[in-house]
């Protein structure tokens, strides 16, 4: 009686575990797996990085690219081996060589994939993450390497030649007065040298001006280039006329502070900040001018300079009356 019984849990005990495989092997369709070669590894070691996929032939699912989520390692090479089927059952790998640079504790990232069964049914394959530890030692091979490498011989102290320092020294010292002595009576003195007067502002914006006036029918000159050198023209003539800053400031800044500059009237204020942002659609916008436009901004700028110069030297004469009187 007791060995009928255990001959009959034995055989109960066996159908149960062919039940169980069975079960596994309909229901696991898809199995994904990530691993490395090595979970330790120095810095002058590589790293491979592998991502398995088994599946159906019939479920269509990819490994998905990882390489922009592996971070602090660098991906020195990469690629997938060829699909290898085996029955119903398709083998894919994909692989990442690592190397790092600092040493330390990597996770490599978990791999998660969504994919339809037969049935309709959406389904998830994921495999978890892996931690690499990398240590700054150097494997025996390395270090035998590295043995034959000699340290670089301390500095050789040399007596310090106060001589030369103190004749060095004197030389400099003569040139440059040699050099005074000549700027100042050669030129300071003598009445052919007196520094001639400054150009005002207005006739260097002006001058400018034609110049590039004189570029546009030739076509010599492009659109970019072109409002680059009326906003240059136009700020410096603004900074130098009346000491505003435009040169450095962008077009926005300049039309917070336009405001300040209390020499200007209401409207040239305002046609100054227009001329700034006509030229700021061509530079950013790829806006092109016709010819006869270019010309127009031209004179635009030209009367801007016009009417706003004589005001500074009307100003200046009155305060040189002023100081007379």
Known sequence: MVVRILLLSLFLLESLALTSSYAEDQTAKVKLKSLVDRATATTSQQVTFSIELSRDQKIEIEIPQVGARIAGLRVV???????????????????????????????????????????GKTKYASSGEIFLEITGIASSGDQEKRDDIRDIKGLIERPIDYLKIIIWTLSLLTVLGISFAIYYFMIRRSDKGKLLPSIPPRE???????????????????????????????????????????????TEEIGKAVNTIISLSDDERSEFYQILQGVELI???????????????????????????????????????????
Do not use: C
């Open 77 to 119: 090479d990469f690629g997938q081996d060829p699909d290898q089927k085996r029955g119903e059952i398709v083998y894919s790998r994909h692989y990442y060589i690592l190397e790092a640079d600092i040493s330390g504790t990597y996770i490599l990232p978990a791999i998660k994939i969504e994919y339809r069964d037969s049935a």
């Open 204 to 250: 260097v914006a002006l001058a400018a001006l034609e110049a590039l006036r004189q570029q546009l029918p030739r076509g010599s000159i492009g659109q970019k280039e072109f409002s680059f050198s009326i906003s240059f023209i136009v700020r410096s003539f603004i900074e130098e006329q009346f000491s505003f800053p435009a040169t450095d400031r962008t």
């Open 283 to 325: 530079k950013f916008a790829d806006y092109s001018l016709a010819e006869a436009e270019q010309m127009n901004l031209i004179k635009r700028s030209e009367d801007l300079i016009a009417s706003s110069a004589p005001k500074i030297e009307d100003r200046s004469i009155a305060e040189q009356e002023d100081s007379i009187i």
